[in-house]
């Protein structure tokens, strides 16, 4: 019997003997810094001769780990194999395959710091951040692991007279796996994780800004006794070889999270029936969001700034949950604006390696321009910097955190994903109006409410149409399990991470009716005796 699930702690990096572990890791890493490493496919390791490199956001000029870019034909290849994998892998049984994923989460845990430490260096964690997205990989592993032997346990069915039914969940086929850069071991692991555990194989591409973390995983999953051919490890650009992999006739789903944009182009792709295809496509897509909090004239303002200035800037607003709109009540609204600036300019920009850092650099220059190019937008539509707007770019990808005030509804960064440190603050006049704010946007992610009355908390629970809801509480910090994660609307198709309905989603249920014969028991039938 397994234990119940329970959610990993986070470190404590306030005892030193756990800062001290920290930063050994950041040392054995910064050694390991810039070295080259392979597509793997069905176990082989293969160079193509041309390659792109992870750099540190927060030291453009130091490259993390060079990459292949893998070709056309290896793309190909990767899925093929996968497929020919299948034939075997789909033949394990469930339990042995959630025994892996708990040897992995184990593998996971004896070298937490380790991850985190690559996360430090290849996307500017900062060390909770870091520390945060590698429990949560653990959690998933052991999540799902626990999932899988419920799902393969027997499934409840109306019996009747004169039969025996039964129905079993069985994977899908060859799944492509194309994560984002933003959770670049939890997210990736977790679909990978959850491909797997229920008998599919995958061709894992893993974002162009965040390989190396998901080459170590990948090392991991080795190790733990994964055969080849299981998971392939490919890179190189989305758009070169990700259209290959989605389009492939023998591809029987795909699971993404990242942008709006790619999310569409991939579910559109895989929609077209390919040569010799003989399934429908199933796309499980997790995209962006405009997660706004409401404060209400009644709530404690000082709680309800803390959770504004967290889930806008954790990670620099890096996050698809990260809060990007304040939507406050007229009553309260100059003196909520002055707490979140307070507490924004309390938050210390700079170098992730260090522990005293609250915040660092943008992914990359694309982000870079983008994010500022959204600040400069905010002003001329009539927005007020309030805190922040300023940028370097010299060293690293450093944007301050950015409060612009005044900001109308219906305005570019009202409605646009900006995906960095910078928050709109909104003037409502009452509820109502916070709340047909907060609701009109393609998106439907994340979303929270501060006040008082229970009147106003259950009116969001029914009216603010998001997938995860969070009352008197900041809008960032999904816990699996507790918070199974998705959303409505352009942020995708609910697939709910880190919940119950998740495995399901990777595999299909087949029934079988048997009539029952006069005279054989039970086990004679099942060819036991
Ligand atoms: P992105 O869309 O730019 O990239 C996501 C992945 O798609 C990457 O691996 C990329 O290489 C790949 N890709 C690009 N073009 C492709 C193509 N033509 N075919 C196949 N794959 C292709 O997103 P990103 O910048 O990595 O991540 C940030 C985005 O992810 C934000 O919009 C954020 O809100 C979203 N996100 C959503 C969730 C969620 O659970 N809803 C979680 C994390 C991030």
Redesign the pocket.
């Known amino acids: 019997m397994q234990s119940e699930f329970k959610n990993e702690a986070l470190t404590d990096f306030s005892k030193e003997e756990n800062a001290r572990a920290m930063r050994a890791a950041l040392d054995k890493v910064r050694n390991d810094l810039g070295r080259e490493y392979p597509l793997v496919i069905g176990g082989e390791r293969i160079k193509t001769g041309r390659t792109f490199d992870s750099v540190n956001p927060a030291r453009k000029t130091e490259v993390v780990g060079r990459f292949q870019k893998a070709t056309e034909e290896l793309a190909r290849r990767a899925v093929e194999t996968a497929d020919e994998t299948f034939k075997s892998w789909s033949r394990t049984l469930p339990q042995q395959r959630a025994e892996l994923l708990f040897r992995v989460a184990q593998l996971l845990r004896e070298r937490r710091h380790e991850m985190s430490a690559w996360m430090v260096y290849e996307v500017a964690k900062t060390w909770p951040e870091a520390d945060g997205d590698t429990a949560e990989a653990i959690d998933f592993c052991e999540f799902y692991a626990r999932e899988m032997l419920r799902y393969a346990a027997p499934q409840p069915l109306v019996q009747i007279a004169g039969e025996e039914n039964e129905l079993r969940y069985i994977p899908l086929g060859v799944g492509v796996v194309?994560?984002?850069?933003?959770?670049p071991l939890a997210?990736m692991a977790g679909m990978t994780v959850a491909s797997f555990v229920t008998g599919n194989t995958v061709v894992l591409?893993?974002?162009?800004?965040a390989p190396v973390i998901a080459y170590k995983f990948f090392e991991l999953l080795e190790e733990a006794g994964l055969p080849p051919g299981v998971v392939n490890f490919m890179t190189g650009?989305?758009?070169e070889v990700?259209?290959v992999v989605?389009d492939h006739a023998r591809t029987r789903y795909v699971a993404?999270?990242?942008?709006?944009?790619?999310?569409l182009?991939?579910n559109e792709r895989a929609a077209k029936t390919q040569g010799g295809q003989i399934w429908i496509k199933r796309v499980i897509a997790?995209?962006?969001?405009k997660d706004a909090i409401i404060v209400d004239a009644d709530t404690d303002l000082d709680a309800a700034a803390l959770g504004v200035v967290q889930s806008a800037f954790g990670f620099q607003g890096q996050?698809?949950s990260a809060c990007s709109r304040a939507i406050i009540h007229a009553d309260v609204y100059e003196p909520m604006v002055e707490k979140i600036v307070a507490r924004t300019e309390a938050l210390k920009v700079g170098d992730p390696t260090l522990q005293t850092t609250s915040m660092s650099a943008v992914i990359n220059q694309k982000a870079f321009k983008t994010i500022n190019d959204y600040i400069e937008r905010g002003k001329t539509e009539g927005g007020r910097v309030v805190a922040g707007g300023g940028a370097d770019g010299e060293e690293g990808f450093f944007i301050e955190p950015t409060v612009i005030a005044d900001v109308k509804p219906g305005a570019t960064i009202e409605q646009e994903?900006i995906?960095g440190p910078v928050l709109a603050v909104i003037k409502a006049q009452d509820f109502d109006e916070a709340l047909a704010i907060a609701n009109d946007t393609q998106y439907g992610?994340t979303g929270a409410v501060y006040a008082n009355d229970p009147t106003k908390l259950e009116r969001a629970r029914r009216e603010f149409h998001v997938g995860n809801l969070y009352l008197n509480r900041k809008c960032t910090g999904a816990l699996v399990g507790v918070h199974p994660?998705?959303?409505f609307n352009m942020?995708?198709t609910d697939s709910k991470?880190g919940g119950r309905d998740y495995l399901g989603l990777f595999m299909q249920a087949k029934v079988s009716a048997e009539k029952v014969r006069a005279g054989y028991s039970d086990k004679e039938k099942r060819g036991v005796i």
């Open positions: 194309i994560p984002p850069w933003n959770f997210i591409k893993p974002s162009s800004d650009s989305g758009a990700g259209d989605v993404f999270t990242g942008s709006k944009e790619v999310g182009r991939v997790e995209m962006g969001g996050k698809c994903e995906f992610l994660f998705g959303g942020s995708g991470a």
